[in-house]
């Protein structure tokens, strides 16, 4: 088996697992659509690149790995669950009152490095550990994970433009653009584009992709950055693969319907995933 | 090692607030602690960082008049193990990047010390833009949030000692920056969130916070029992929160008592005693000196005390009338 055919074995267990905590929400909804156009990020991020161990969940030399856009929760819980940090009891109860992963949480031991919630301040985050890791020599690397309309905050204008002065070139930022915000369209409300000349004129290696072709993921990732931090700016659709809801704004925070749910097991069933 | 002793104090009054910070205070902690670094927002020579930051340049970052990131940053070293000391002027370390000293320094409870310099009214010539009177009130309100307000140079330097020891998320506002009048003629035993009683009386009580105003409390204090006999005592409260619930227990048999702080009366020291008082069936009558909470007349920082009623002269006289008023 080529190692992209078990990244995409690994990609459906994500969305296998996301399928269930979003119908296990009901009717009260969750991320749905930030969470669906990220699942194939995930499954390359946990299942290739991040130097990451649950066994040994605070090793110093272990990569980071900040979730910045955090309406993914689906997708980072489910890697979570698939890498053994968590368990199936632990992954059913993120939309419980106290349960272990509400409210976007901060725990290292489970590998959940960094709390978000509130946009634009992930990337500073990551890169106070890329300048840590600097100063103590480790060879660990940074990945955060920013969503497109994330990136109409003016702090992480703030952070690419220091990000590119610290030359930090252990530094890996996957922005998951998949054209959405919460009240629509990107380019109607606040556009972005062309995201990858912005940031190549703010001092960044770029490079984009279809950010569902895990082919294409592993590609961006080996893309050489020396003296400069890497922006990885993956094209995705919102809510990916699930009928009612792909490429809509209302997936942002929705309920997962049975008819749904059952399309897109069925669709992984017979390889038609991802082809509405 | 810094040596706390008369010599020092007098040194350090005739420098000015911020080399107190960064060329006594600071040199001292780094060199007990190799992961103790300072971050600024395009104000190391202000702040006068620079003496210091020459001889170790490896300890300091600019981060440009960027001051979320710089937030964000400090809290991705402090998850790495670094203990950052940050500053900029007041208004911009608390109000500008308010989220993210709310939920990085507040919520995930890391060990960064924001020093905010210019508080208060001090940069009244520059404008409002430029005045940081509700930050006290701000920080106060944030999860496991620390603030500290010195009286003056040295408690400043003791604060910056102390709290290099804690692992706590930390605010230290100062107003002012030259012409600092010294408080404390001797050392003295600093305890964080420990008042520091400066002069023992019986009738009122004036709790004061911050460099000038708790030394105008003191000339005050004299102004009043000079003209009226009644006798005062002052406390320092260099700790706003937490507050010294300890002292607070013990001044009920005061008839009055008066906060003294250069921040808006709303939020600040005189709102923390209140909140303690008003919850005990006896507790004296407050009078809050400070900042109104309406826009005044700019200029330089004695000008805007003046007008605040926070000079020795006014505060005394403001304390005659409440007196009489009684």
Known sequence: MTEIEQLEIFSNKIRKTSLDMALSAGKAGCHIGGGFSCIEIFAVLYGKILNVDAKDPVNENRDRFIPSKAHCILPNFASLLHTGFIGQNDILSFHENGGLLAGHPENREIGLEFSGGSLGMGLSVGIGMSLAAKRKGLSHKT??????????????????MSAAQFRLDNLIVVVDYNNM???????????????????????????????????????????????????????????????????????????????????????????????? | MVEFNARNFRTWSIMGINPCIWSVAFPEIIADDPDALAMTADLARYSGMVRTQSKFPDRFYNFGIAEQNMVGTAAGMAMSGYHVFMTTYAPFITYRCADQIRHLLGNLNLNIKAIGSAAGLSAGLSGNALLA????????????????????????????????????????????????????????????????????????????????????????????????????????FHTIKPIDTDYLEQIRDFDLIVSIEEHSVIGGLGSAIAEFGIKRKCFPRQVFIGVEDKLYTLGKRDFMLDQCGLTAEKIADRIIKEIKND
């Open chain 2, 133 to 236: 009177l509700g930050d006290m009130a701000f920080m106060r309100s944030i999860p496991n949030m620390q603030v500290f307000s010195p009286a003056d140079c040295v408690e400043a330097v003791k604060i910056m000692l102390a709290v290099s020891k804690m692992n706590s998320p930390t605010y230290i506002r100062f107003c002012g920056a030259t012409n600092i009048p010294a408080v404390y003629q001797q050392d003295y035993d600093f305890k964080i969130g420990k008042a520091v009683v400066l002069r023992r009386g019986a009738k009122i009580l004036l709790v004061g916070t911050g460099l000038n105003i708790v030394a105008n409390a003191l000339k005050a204090a004299e102004l009043i029992e000079e003209k009226t006999g009644i006798s005062v005592e002052v406390a320092n």
């Open chain 1, 143 to 160: 990945y955060v994970l920013l969503g497109d309309g994330e990136c109409n905050e003016g702090s992480v204008w703030e952070a690419f």
């Open chain 1, 181 to 276: 915000q919460f009240d629509g369209v990107n380019y109607v409300i606040m556009g972005l584009a062309p995201l990858d000349e912005k940031l190549k004129a703010f001092g960044w290696q770029t490079v984009s992709c279809n950010g569902h072709n895990i082919g294409e993921l592993l590609n961006a990732f080996e893309m050489p950055h020396p003296e400069k931090p890497l922006a990885i700016i993956a094209h995705t659709i919102k809510a990916h693969g699930i009928p009612s809801l792909e490429n809509k704004a209302e997936s942002h925070h929705a309920a997962l319907s049975q008819e749904d749910y059952d399309f897109v097991i069925n669709a992984m069933k017979d390889g038609s995933y991802g082809r509405i």
